[in-house]
């Protein structure tokens, strides 16, 4: 899959095109560059066509993806380091806009 970005947009459609997430985290382990950095273009232009945010979590070091590190940071995509933080960074994310969509009461007089 991760070697064919092809494949990897189906699937990504096929995740979010029934609208039961409100945002996917991807997970990458040690991929390096040259299939790192096809997949890292393939990720920047399924974040601009989905309709919820994409977010990326990567394991290794960049010495093995520095191409697919560029790519992300000239998309402003800021890429985790472990899933675990990246879960607790995307559910923060999420409540602060569940809060900011909640409607306000009216001022009390």
């Avoid at 919820?52 to 402003?76: C, H, N």
Wanted: glycine share 6%; aromatic share 6%.
């Amino acid at each position: 899959m991760i070697t064919q970005p092809e494949a990897f947009e189906r699937l990504l459609i096929a995740l979010t095109e029934r609208g039961e997430y409100d945002a996917l985290l991807l997970q990458f382990t040690t991929n390096a560059d040259p299939y790192a950095e096809k997949l890292a273009e393939k990720v920047v232009e399924m974040r601009r066509r989905l309709g919820i945010p994409l977010y990326i979590s990567r394991f290794g070091g960049e010495q093995l993806a520095p191409k697919a590190l560029a790519v992300y940071r000239e998309a402003g995509v800021h890429v985790m380091d472990a899933p675990d933080r990246a879960t607790l960074a995307i559910a923060a994310v999420m409540a602060g806009a569940r809060q900011l969509r909640r409607p306000t009461a009216p001022a009390a007089r």
